[in-house]
């Protein structure tokens, strides 16, 4: 099975179709419950709701959903039934398989039940109709010429008695919106922290990424070099990225991370380990981006 652990949790939705064709004499029979086996449409949404939630059972790669909502629907035609599915999850993975496997055990039964008064069903124009939810619903980019950096803070770093792992990560997310971001490495002091983040802020650089300095060490300084500057703080944006990560291993709670606005300039904080640092960009981005339409970025940064 594929991994959806990098995945973000958003509501997903999913609708499908499809149709039994049937003679119109069979169809006059359903209507009027006069089949040899009852309530067939009954029977039928009863079956799609259970194979929904059924589908990792019978679909290998499928992966198991917490479903919240099955919701079928039937309309009867001169020849034909359809059948609508709809499917709702909060979770990691999209809901279309779901949705396609109840109108398919919907339409299964329907021909089952049917079958004793025609012999020519025909199950047909299975399909996906709709589907929302995850990263793609959400493709908020970065506006034309948006100036981003990176700022790496870490003893080891700029000493080069450590490599870097963090930095790159974060910078190699950026690049993947096509930014090209500064990047600089500075110690874990406090004052130089501040000097470097106020030279990007007189620069007019959009997006502020530090990378360490986040947790209970007495060289875990930035944040308070980053409250110095901070003028309208965003509680959501480090929120989201502690959320996301405490999903994933309970040392997320102990991130003292923060972020918001100094003038235009949005600063947000992330962990110095590359597996934190990963995290946080896949809890932020895209989303992070619809930040600037609402500072007013309409047709390029300032």
């Known amino acids: 099975m594929k991994s959806v652990t990098s995945k973000i949790t958003t509501l997903r939705r999913a609708t499908a179709v499809g149709s039994v064709r049937a003679s119109p004499g069979a169809i006059q029979r359903l209507r009027e419950n006069d089949l040899?086996?009852?309530?067939?449409?009954?029977?039928?949404?009863?079956a799609a709701i259970a194979a929904a939630k059924?589908?990792?059972?019978?679909?290998?790669?499928?992966?198991?959903?917490?479903?919240?909502?099955?919701?079928?629907?039937?309309?009867?035609?001169?020849?034909r039934i359809d059948i609508t599915a709809s499917v709702e999850a909060i979770y990691k993975t999209g809901a279309e398989m779901e949705a396609l496997t109840a109108v398919s055990a919907a339409a299964l039964t329907i021909y089952d039940m049917l079958k004793p008064v025609d012999s020519e069903l025909e199950i047909c124009s299975l399909r996906l109709q709709a589907k929302q939810g995850g990263k793609s619903d959400f493709k908020d980019r970065p506006p034309a010429g948006?100036?981003?950096?990176?700022?790496?803070?870490?003893?080891?770093?700029?000493?080069?008695?450590?490599p870097d792992r963090a930095g790159p990560v974060v910078r190699a997310c950026l690049e993947d919106y096509g930014l090209r971001p500064q990047f600089e490495v500075v110690s874990d002091d406090l004052e130089q922290i501040e000097a470097s983040l106020r030279k990007l802020v007189a620069a007019e650089v959009d997006l502020i990424l530090t990378v360490g300095g986040t947790g209970l060490s007495r060289r875990d300084v930035t944040v308070e070099a980053s409250r110095k500057l901070i003028q309208r703080e965003i509680p959501g944006v480090a929120e989201a990225a502690r959320a996301h990560g405490q999903a994933r291993t309970p040392y997320a709670m102990l991130s003292r991370a923060?972020?918001?606005?100094?003038?235009?300039?949005?600063?947000?904080?992330?962990?110095?380990?590359?597996?934190?640092?990963?995290?946080?960009?896949?809890?932020?981005?895209?989303?992070?981006?619809?930040?600037?339409?609402?500072?007013?970025?309409?047709?390029?940064?300032?």
């Open 258 to 302: 923060t972020a918001g606005l100094c003038g235009q300039s949005l600063i947000v904080n992330l962990p110095g380990s590359s597996k934190g640092a990963q995290e946080s960009m896949d809890a932020l981005f895209p989303g992070l981006f619809h930040a600037y339409p609402m500072l007013g970025y309409r047709d390029g940064p300032r």
């Open 54 to 79: 059924r589908t990792p059972d019978l679909i290998p790669y499928c992966h198991p959903l917490p479903i919240d909502a099955v919701s079928v629907d039937f309309e009867l035609a001169g020849d």
């Open 146 to 162: 948006l100036r981003a950096a990176v700022l790496v803070t870490s003893n080891g770093v700029f000493a080069g008695t450590r």
């Open 36 to 46: 040899p086996k009852k309530d067939v449409l009954v029977v039928a949404r009863v």
